[in-house]
């Protein structure tokens, strides 16, 4: 899979967490981006999920996951 195809899993992925995860607990957001990028067939590190969840806690909004894996 081509780097650009890889971000763009990845920000689906990202984008279905975001919609949902008020509330939610950092376990259920972590499991969900691990869910979603096997469903996508995404390879995603620890670090790269645990960075995205983070982000996706404190922003309560829109993630840019290119721009969170790049930051890394």
Do not use: F, P
Not at 44 to 62: C, K, N, W
Request: no cysteine; aromatic share 2%.
């Amino acid at each position: 899979m081509a780097e650009q195809e890889r971000l763009e899993a990845i920000q689906a992925v990202v984008d279905r967490v975001t919609s949902w995860q008020d509330g939610a607990t950092e376990g259920t957001v972590t499991e969900e981006l691990r869910r979603g990028a096997r469903e996508a067939g995404v390879d995603l590190s620890d670090d790269e999920v645990a960075r995205l969840a983070d982000v996706i806690e404190d922003r309560h909004g829109a993630v840019d996951a290119a721009e969170v894996l790049s930051a890394g």
